[in-house]
C-alpha cells in the first residue's frame, strides 16, 4: 500500500518549476496537504519559502487548504520529529501560521495539542494564530488550559466540539472513589470555561460551539440557562459577533442572547425538539399575548438561522414568540423537521396543510420591519397526491406577502417510501447573492442527531435523492444512504433506487451526475460505538447492486464508509456486473466495521481473514483504514468486550 509520498525534485524539475508566475504556484500549493507542501518545497530558494508562508497565512475558505490540519493520517513520531521541528525552528514559517485544527476523532490530535501550541514556559510558539479548531475534543483538562489562554489573548475565531466520550464520565455512578475529586475538578474546569466565553474575559469575534453531546439533563444546560451563573462573570461579551451553537435547551439560547450585546450573526442548532418537556396551558397563554422584542439586548443581529425538529403544536407556538422577539433582523434561515411526533399535541398546527398560508402564519414574525432575505425548509410526515403538491407550489405564486417579496420560487417534493413531504425556498438568485453558506437543496443538509427518542429523523430516501440528482449534483460531493434508527433498509427503497441507478449507467452521459462525489457513507447504523459484528449477515442482492452501482458512477472517489465489510466483499463477488472495473482504485480512506479473527463462528473468522487480500487487490491506493470492531487487537485480551477504534496508516 502506497502512503502519502513527499515530492523529489531533481535540479531540471525545479528549474521548469521556477519559471511558473506566483499564481500558478499557489494554485498547485491549494492541491496539496500542507505537510506535503512543506516537506516538498520548504527551503528550496528564498521565493518558495514565501509562497508557502503565504498559503500557511490564510485563514479562509475550505479549512484543508487553510493553515494545519492535525489529523489521521500521519503517524505521532512524523509530526514530532519532522513536521514540528521544521515549523518551529523558522520564525517566518511558525509566525505565518494564523489557523490551526486538531481533529480529535485521532488521539494524535490530544497528545500533540498543547505541545504544539506552548513551549516549556508556557510560550505560545505560534505569535500570529488567530483560528482555531478543536473537532471531537475528547480531553477537558489540557484543552481549557489552552483555550483559557487563547481566548483572552489571542484568538479571533474559535471552534470547539466535545465527544460525547467526555461528558459520560461525569455521569458514570460506578466511578471509583479515587476519580472523584479528578472528575470534579475537570466538571468545574468545564464549567467555568463556558462561562467565560460569554463574559467580558473572552475576545473572541466569532465562536463555533457544539456542546449537542451533553446528556440531556446534565450540567451544561442547567448553568447555561442559570442567569445568574453567567452574571457572576459581571460584564458581557463584547467582542462576539458571530455565534454558531449547537445544543439541546432553548432557555440556554435566551440566557446566552443577554450576554452578547453586539451579536450581529447567530446560527442555532437543536439537535433535538425545540421544547423538551410540554409547555403548561399557562405558559402558552402568556407566550401567545405576548410579543416582546429583544432589539434591546441584541441591536445590530441582522442574521438568524434556527435548525430544529418539532414533535408538537405547543412548539410552533413558541417558534412564533421567539421570531417575534428578533424581528428586527435581515435574513432568516428556518429548517424544521417533524421528531416523534405526539398525536395528542398535534391536531391542529403540524397537522395542517404546510403551504404559503402555514409558513406566514406560523414560521414568520408578525410584523416584518427589515427582512431581506428567507430561506425555509420543512420536512414533515403526510400523504400527498400530485394534485397536492401542486396547490402547494401555486399557494406561494398567489399570496400576496410571497409576491410582494418575489418569494414565489418554492420547491414541494414527497417521498413515496418515507411518506413524506419536503418543501423548501429554491430563490435561487437571492440564494447566490445573499448568503453563500446556504446549500442548495436544504432537504440532505440536515444535521444528524444520535437521541435515539428521536427515530423518525425523515432522512430523505435514496430514490428521491437520485430522482432529483441531476439537478442537484454540482453541489454535492457527499453521499449518505441511512435509513433509519436501527432499521433495515427499505426493499422498495432499494429496488426503485436499482432502477434509476441503472438507467444513469446506461445512459453513459460524459458529463456524469457523480463527477464531484468523493464520499460514499453506506448503511443503516454508521456508529463506531455500537458497531455490530457478532453474527454473520445475510445476502441482499438488491443492496449489493445499488452499493455497486454507486461507486461504479464516481471517477474520484476518495472516502468509503459502509457499515460492514461483508458488505464489499458481496459486492465484489455477487454483483461484479454492476461493479466497474477498478472502481476502488481511487480510494484513499476506508472505514468500516469487522468481525473477529480469534472469537465467534468460522464463517465470521474467515470473512476478516479477506480483509489484507481485499485491500491489496481493490485498493491498492489505500492510506488510511479506520476499523470499528470488539475484540482481539494486541493489545487486548481475547475476551475483552469493550469496543475498540483501529486506525491504520500506510
Not at 152 to 170: A, G, N, S
Amino acid at each position: 500500500m502506497n502512503s502519502a509520498k513527499t515530492f523529489v525534485w531533481n535540479d531540471k524539475m525545479i528549474t521548469r518549476v521556477e519559471r511558473l508566475p506566483n499564481e500558478i504556484v499557489l494554485y498547485i500549493f491549494s492541491y496539496l496537504e500542507w505537510f506535503d507542501m512543506l516537506m516538498s518545497f520548504w527551503s528550496l530558494n528564498i521565493r518558495f519559502n514565501f509562497l508557502v508562508c503565504s498559503t500557511l497565512s490564510k485563514t479562509g475558505g475550505n479549512l484543508s487548504n487553510s493553515g494545519i490540519l492535525i489529523k489521521q493520517g500521519l503517524s505521532y513520531n512524523k509530526y514530532r520529529s519532522i513536521l514540528f521541528p521544521l515549523i518551529l525552528n523558522s520564525s517566518s514559517l511558525s509566525s505565518s501560521i494564523k489557523r490551526i485544527h486538531f481533529d480529535e476523532t485521532n488521539s494524535i490530535a490530544s497528545d500533540l495539542c498543547y505541545e504544539w501550541l506552548f513551549n516549556d514556559k508556557k510560550i505560545l510558539h505560534f505569535s500570529n494564530l488567530k483560528s482555531l479548531i478543536i473537532t471531537g475534543c475528547g480531553s477537558i483538562e489540557p484543552i481549557i488550559q489552552c483555550l483559557s489562554y487563547l481566548i483572552e489573548h489571542q484568538l479571533d475565531e474559535l471552534t470547539l466540539t466535545f465527544d460525547w466520550r467526555v461528558f459520560t464520565i461525569f455521569f458514570d455512578e460506578e466511578k471509583q472513589v479515587s476519580m472523584v475529586s479528578d472528575i470534579e475538578k475537570q466538571k468545574t474546569m468545564l464549567i467555568e470555561f463556558l462561562g467565560k466565553l460569554f463574559s467580558s474575559r473572552c475576545q473572541l469575534k466569532t465562536l463555533q460551539l457544539d456542546i449537542s453531546k451533553e446528556l440531556t439533563d446534565g450540567m451544561i444546560p442547567r448553568y447555561l440557562a442559570s442567569n445568574s451563573y453567567l452574571c457572576q462573570y459581571q460584564s458581557c461579551c463584547i467582542t462576539l459577533r458571530h455565534l454558531f451553537i449547537r445544543l439541546e435547551h432553548k432557555s440556554v439560547l435566551e440566557n446566552i442572547i443577554q450576554h452578547l450585546p453586539n451579536l450581529e450573526q447567530i446560527s442555532v442548532q437543536f439537535d433535538s425538539s425545540l421544547v423538551l418537556r410540554p409547555l403548561s396551558k399557562s405558559y402558552v397563554e402568556m407566550l401567545k399575548n405576548s410579543n416582546g422584542n429583544w432589539f434591546n439586548k441584541v441591536p445590530k443581529l441582522r442574521y438568524l438561522s434556527l435548525e430544529t425538529y418539532i414533535n408538537e403544536d405547543f412548539e410552533f407556538i413558541y417558534l412564533k414568540w421567539f421570531l417575534n422577539n428578533l424581528n428586527h433582523i435581515e435574513k432568516l434561515r428556518l429548517y424544521l423537521k417533524s421528531g416523534e411526533l405526539n398525536e395528542n399535541r398535534c391536531q391542529k398546527i403540524w397537522k395542517s396543510f404546510i403551504d404559503a398560508n402555514f409558513i406566514r402564519e406560523y414560521c414568520l414574525p408578525d410584523t416584518i420591519p427589515n427582512l431581506i432575505y428567507f430561506n425555509f425548509y420543512i420536512c414533515s410526515e403526510c400523504q400527498l397526491s400530485l394534485n397536492d403538491i401542486e396547490k402547494i407550489i401555486n399557494s406561494f405564486k398567489i399570496h400576496s406577502f410571497f409576491i410582494s417579496y418575489q418569494w414565489t420560487n418554492v420547491k414541494c417534493l414527497f417521498d413515496p417510501i418515507l411518506s413524506c413531504q419536503h418543501l423548501f425556498s429554491s430563490f435561487s438568485k437571492r440564494i447566490q447573492s445573499s448568503d453563500s453558506l446556504i446549500k442548495y437543496p436544504n432537504i440532505f443538509n440536515y444535521p444528524h442527531t444520535d437521541d435515539s427518542r428521536f427515530q423518525h429523523y425523515l432522512y430523505p430516501s435514496l430514490y428521491l435523492l437520485l430522482e432529483q440528482f441531476n439537478e442537484l449534483s454540482s453541489n454535492i460531493s457527499s453521499i449518505k444512504v441511512y435509513r433509519k434508527y436501527r432499521q433495515n433498509f427499505s426493499e422498495s427503497d432499494l429496488l426503485m433506487s436499482l432502477g434509476i441507478l441503472s438507467k444513469m449507467r446506461q445512459d453513459k452521459t460524459i458529463d456524469s451526475p457523480f463527477r464531484n462525489i468523493t464520499k460514499i457513507q453506506f448503511g443503516t447504523w454508521l456508529d463506531r460505538g455500537y458497531a455490530n459484528s457478532s453474527k454473520p449477515l445475510p445476502r441482499n442482492e438488491i443492496r449489493e447492486k445499488v452499493l455497486a452501482h454507486l461507486i461504479s458512477m464516481t471517477v474520484q472517489l476518495k472516502y468509503l464508509i459502509v457499515e460492514q465489510f461483508e458488505w464489499l466483499l458481496h459486492v465484489v463477488q455477487y454483483a461484479t456486473d454492476e461493479l466497474r472495473t477498478n472502481a476502488l482504485n481511487t480510494v484513499r480512506y476506508a472505514e468500516f466495521c469487522i468481525p473477529s479473527c480469534n472469537i465467534g463462528s468460522k464463517n465470521l473468522i474467515h470473512i476478516s481473514k479477506n480483509l489484507v487480500p481485499f485491500l491489496s487487490t481493490y485498493m491498492p491506493h489505500l492510506q488510511t483504514l479506520r476499523l470499528w470492531r470488539s475484540d482481539d487487537f494486541p493489545w487486548t485480551s481475547k475476551n475483552n468486550e469493550t469496543e475498540t477504534d483501529l486506525i491504520l496508516t500506510f
